[in-house]
């Protein structure tokens, strides 16, 4: 038997689970883990300049493609707090990374030694596994279980907490012999599948919706032959987006009370059917339940069988993997429609596809200062459908999601559950990182941005381009707009006189002068008709330079996004005018019929 510290065998471990790159910021409590890092070889590593951007990235990095696990690792005490954010905005939208945290000698942890936490114990209510692990010879397996869980029913994140006595102690372990353990998911039974199709089918105006667990089974494939063979039109969530084209003839659309077409809510207040396969029922996506549910039956297909019912009582719930459950529903519609089994869907999916062409959102004004509107627009244009988009929470997300286009899976990589502000720069890392030949375009409004401005350096230092678009209203948008309803505005406004840039006038940080200082590239555009060309020229600096470039849209101080006042789908206000002539929305995927 080979001997070895534990802290080497646990890099052992990472390398055999296809691990290849981790994020971090090391410290004394986690030096020796470093040291075997070194020594081994075999996995890259980036240097963070803030710990939770080390989680952050690690998310990226995951969501990316299919079988991708991030890691990140940080010291004892403050790190593993700092990372918290990270896990729980990874279990919410069931993101497998791996977080490694140093800690005090397993003799003092309880005495309130110098940076000694009870990690485990914060982490556990977002994590799949925290542990603690105080005896050397448990690492392995420890390392093996928390593989094997990530990757297992619904797919989550996992803290490792290592004393440093215990990754210095020699143990016996031999890295040839290990194997990962197999992974568990539930798999729908064939008589399920037939029940579920025969309630489908005893619709007249059936839905598909389609959630994030159907990329993270690497589904899409699949989902869209279902749909093909079926004609019933798809409604991505947000998390699901890009599962089938946003020009497909049968995605209907997104619903929601924010992130929302027009078309897509219109569609599914007409429908009488739903398939919810790989979806949370998550709120802002349905809003109020009675208005959701009134009127149609459910069908809820989830690998988490807790999740069935968790929200609303379907009709019939099966827990099973998105992918094991398509690959049934494609092969038993396949042999119903041989049998002239399947009703013909063509009216009611050419009803979706002309509300499509019909209920559209106006993006083109021309505006001095930009409306927002015009920036989606102009991104449409400039960035084709290979283009990773990144993001998370706030009016950008809100009206990009409403107006931007997703043609494949993992290209829109967007924090859905937690959707903690400053997530987008060290996210958008991660994502370059694990594609470095992808356009990877991040979208935030100035606040997010604000948050983890520093990360930008690490794109700086480790030369990941990417090109980051930022909305600058100076104000908290969303916030702002929700307390319209309590009749303030109070607290959310950022704008000051920067001394040192007299030529912002209100609009305060000088983000273009912080990107430069940070060793990246920046553009700040006031014009609406320069937004292509900057768009452009960012591309070429970030081609050119291999830094993040940031392209800084001076927005209108207010604007109003469309979305519901009430939490009722079928009541979202249209702040702005909508479009009624085919230039109003000359990006949109349908052609205005006006």
Same mark, same amino acid.
């Given at each position: 038997?080979?001997?070895?510290?534990?802290?080497?065998?646990?890099?052992?471990?990472?390398?055999?689970?296809?691990?290849?790159?981790?994020?971090?910021?090391?410290?004394?409590?986690?030096?020796?883990?470093?040291?075997?890092?070194?020594?081994?070889?075999?996995?890259?590593?980036?240097?963070?300049?803030?710990?939770?951007?080390?989680?952050?990235?690690?998310?990226?990095?995951?969501?990316?493609?299919?079988?991708?696990?991030?890691?990140?690792?940080?010291?004892?005490?403050?790190?593993?707090?700092?990372?918290?954010?990270?896990?729980?905005?990874?279990?919410?939208?069931?993101?497998?990374?791996?977080?490694?945290?140093?800690?005090?000698?397993?003799?003092?942890?309880?005495?309130?030694?110098?940076?000694?936490?009870?990690?485990?114990?914060?982490?556990?209510?977002?994590?799949?596994?925290?542990?603690?692990?105080?005896?050397?010879?448990?690492?392995?397996?420890?390392?093996?279980?928390?593989?094997?869980?990530?990757?297992?029913?619904?797919?989550?994140?996992?803290?490792?907490?290592?004393?440093?006595?215990?990754?210095?102690?020699?143990?016996?372990?031999?890295?040839?012999?290990?194997?990962?353990?197999?992974?568990?998911?539930?798999?729908?039974?064939?008589?399920?599948?037939?029940?579920?199709?025969?309630?489908?089918?005893?619709?007249?105006?059936?839905?598909?919706?389609?959630g994030g667990g159907v990329i993270n089974a690497d589904a899409p494939e699949l989902l869209v032959e279902f749909a093909e063979l079926t004609g019933i039109p798809v409604i991505p969530t947000l998390m699901g987006?890009?599962?089938?084209?946003?020009?497909?003839?049968?995605?209907?659309?997104?619903?929601?009370?924010?992130?929302?077409?027009?078309?897509?809510?219109?569609?599914?207040?007409?429908?009488?059917?739903?398939?919810?396969?790989?979806?949370?029922?998550?709120?802002?996506?349905?809003?109020?339940?009675?208005?959701?549910?009134?009127?149609?039956?459910?069908?809820?297909?989830?690998?988490?069988?807790?999740?069935?019912?968790?929200?609303?009582?379907?009709?019939?719930?099966?827990?099973?993997?998105?992918?094991?459950?398509?690959?049934?529903?494609?092969?038993?519609?396949?042999?119903?429609?041989?049998?002239?089994?399947?009703?013909?869907?063509?009216?009611?999916?050419?009803?979706?596809?002309?509300?499509?062409?019909?209920?559209?959102?106006?993006?083109?004004?021309?505006?001095?200062?930009?409306?927002?509107?015009?920036?989606y627009e102009e991104m449409n244009k400039a960035f084709g459908p290979e283009t990773r988009y990144v993001t998370t929470i706030g009016l950008s997300q809100i009206a990009g999601a409403q107006m931007l286009h997703?043609?494949?899976?993992?290209?829109?990589?967007?924090?859905?559950?937690?959707?903690?502000?400053?997530?987008?720069?060290?996210?958008?890392?991660?994502?370059?990182?694990?594609?470095?030949?992808?356009?990877?375009?991040? @979208?935030?409004? +100035?606040? #997010? =941005? !604000?948050?983890?401005? $520093?990360?930008?350096?690490?794109?700086?230092?480790?030369?990941?381009? %990417?090109?980051?678009?930022?909305?600058?209203?100076?104000?908290?948008?969303?916030?702002?707009?929700?307390? @319209?309803?309590? +009749?303030? #505005? =109070? !607290?959310?406004?950022? $704008?000051?006189?920067?001394?040192?840039?007299?030529?912002?006038?209100? %609009?305060?940080?000088?983000?273009?002068?912080?990107?430069?200082?940070?060793?990246?590239?920046?553009?700040?555009?006031?014009?609406?008709?320069?937004?292509?060309?900057?768009? $452009?020229?960012?591309?070429?600096?970030?081609?050119?330079?291999?830094?993040?470039?940031?392209?800084?849209?001076?927005?209108?101080?207010?604007?109003?996004?469309?979305?519901?006042?009430?939490?009722?789908?079928?009541?979202?206000?249209?702040?702005? $005018?909508?479009?009624?002539?085919?230039?109003?929305?000359?990006?949109?995927?349908?052609?205005?019929?006006?």
């Amino acid at each position: 038997m080979a001997q070895m510290t534990a802290a080497r065998a646990a890099v052992e471990i990472l390398k055999r689970e296809s691990v290849t790159h981790a994020f971090g910021v090391p410290g004394a409590a986690i030096n020796p883990f470093y040291k075997a890092l070194k020594e081994a070889g075999g996995i890259d590593h980036t240097l963070a300049r803030h710990v939770e951007g080390a989680s952050h990235m690690a998310e990226g990095y995951t969501r990316t493609h299919p079988g991708n696990i991030g890691v990140c690792i940080g010291t004892s005490g403050p790190a593993g707090t700092d990372m918290i954010t990270g896990l729980y905005s990874a279990t919410g939208d069931s993101i497998p990374i791996l977080c490694i945290t140093g800690q005090a000698p397993t003799a003092v942890i309880h005495k309130e030694d110098f940076q000694a936490v009870d990690i485990a114990a914060i982490a556990t209510p977002v994590t799949k596994m925290a542990v603690t692990v105080l005896e050397a010879a448990q690492v392995p397996g420890v390392f093996q279980q928390a593989f094997h869980l990530m990757r297992s029913s619904r797919p989550g994140p996992v803290l490792i907490d290592l004393p440093i006595d215990v990754q210095l102690t020699e143990i016996e372990f031999d890295p040839e012999t290990y194997e990962p353990l197999p992974v568990y998911k539930p798999s729908a039974t064939r008589a399920q599948i037939e029940k579920a199709l025969a309630l489908l089918n005893a619709s007249e105006r059936p839905l598909i919706v389609a959630g994030g667990g159907v990329i993270n089974a690497d589904a899409p494939e699949l989902l869209v032959e279902f749909a093909e063979l079926t004609g019933i039109p798809v409604i991505p969530t947000l998390m699901g987006w890009g599962a089938i084209p946003d020009d497909h003839e049968l995605n209907a659309g997104m619903v929601g009370l924010q992130t929302s077409h027009r078309y897509g809510n219109a569609t599914f207040l007409e429908s009488d059917f739903v398939l919810g396969i790989g979806n949370r029922w998550a709120n802002r996506h349905t809003g109020r339940l009675d208005v959701y549910t009134r009127g149609r039956k459910f069908v809820h297909v989830d690998i988490e069988p807790t999740q069935i019912g968790k929200i609303f009582a379907p009709d019939f719930g099966l827990a099973s993997d998105a992918k094991a459950a398509l690959e049934l529903f494609v092969e038993v519609a396949k042999e119903l429609k041989a049998e002239g089994g399947l009703p013909d869907r063509s009216a009611w999916a050419a009803s979706t596809q002309e509300r499509k062409a019909t209920l559209q959102r106006r993006t083109h004004f021309d505006d001095i200062p930009i409306k927002p509107q015009r920036v989606y627009e102009e991104m449409n244009k400039a960035f084709g459908p290979e283009t990773r988009y990144v993001t998370t929470i706030g009016l950008s997300q809100i009206a990009g999601a409403q107006m931007l286009h997703v043609y494949r899976p993992r290209h829109w990589i967007n924090c859905g559950q937690a959707g903690p502000l400053g997530w987008t720069v060290p996210a958008a890392l991660g994502v370059a990182t694990a594609d470095p030949d992808a356009q990877v375009v991040a @979208l935030s409004g +100035d606040y #997010d =941005f !604000q948050f983890m401005i $520093e990360e930008l350096a690490v794109g700086a230092q480790h030369r990941i381009p %990417y090109v980051h678009v930022l909305v600058n209203n100076s104000y908290l948008g969303l916030i702002r707009q929700a307390q @319209l309803g309590l +009749d303030i #505005d =109070f !607290q959310v406004n950022l $704008e000051f006189e920067n001394l040192n840039s007299p030529e912002l006038g209100f %609009y305060g940080v000088d983000h273009v002068k912080v990107a430069e200082g940070l060793g990246c590239k920046a553009i700040r555009v006031t014009d609406p008709n320069e937004l292509g060309a900057a768009f $452009e020229e960012a591309r070429k600096l970030a081609a050119e330079y291999r830094v993040p470039v940031v392209v800084e849209a001076i927005l209108e101080r207010v604007t109003n996004i469309s979305m519901s006042t009430t939490a009722d789908i079928s009541n979202v206000v249209e702040f702005e $005018e909508v479009a009624t002539e085919p230039w109003h929305a000359p990006t949109s995927v349908r052609t205005l019929k006006a």
